[in-house]
């Protein structure tokens, strides 16, 4: 019931930056898990961060730590994942997840598209 897209990939160079965007189509009154996972070609999808409302706990995968920081607005309808010192390794198509209560009472388990990030060397 709750759509969501995900923007701000694209190419960029070793060590740089990118940050990417996930908009939810309704209001979120609540979450277990708001978070971003990666899929390169030829291997499974994997979590890259999480976090549950209120931000209490934050997850990171290992490759992700002190580089990646997500964080999500004030409004619970987007979240964001800014990544510095990206590396070749980091190139992936990168989905959105989200799971919660919307506003109106719906549970939901939702996930973008995906957006593309390559990091060239």
């Known amino acids: 019931q709750v759509q969501l897209v995900e923007s701000g990939g694209g190419l960029v160079q070793a060590g740089g930056s990118l940050r990417l965007s996930c908009a939810a189509s309704?209001?979120?009154?609540?979450?277990?898990?708001m978070g971003w996972y990666r899929q390169a070609p030829g291997k499974q999808r994997e979590l890259v961060a999480r976090l549950t409302d209120g931000g209490d706990t934050i997850d990171y995968t290992d490759s992700a730590k002190g580089r990646f920081t997500i964080s999500r607005g004030n409004a619970k309808s987007a979240v964001y994942l800014q990544m510095n010192s990206l590396k070749p390794e980091d190139t992936a198509v990168y989905y959105c997840n989200v799971m919660g209560l919307t506003t109106d009472g719906h549970d939901f388990d939702s996930w973008g598209q995906g957006t593309q990030v390559t990091v060239s060397s």
């Open positions: 309704r209001s979120i009154f609540s979450f277990n898990w």
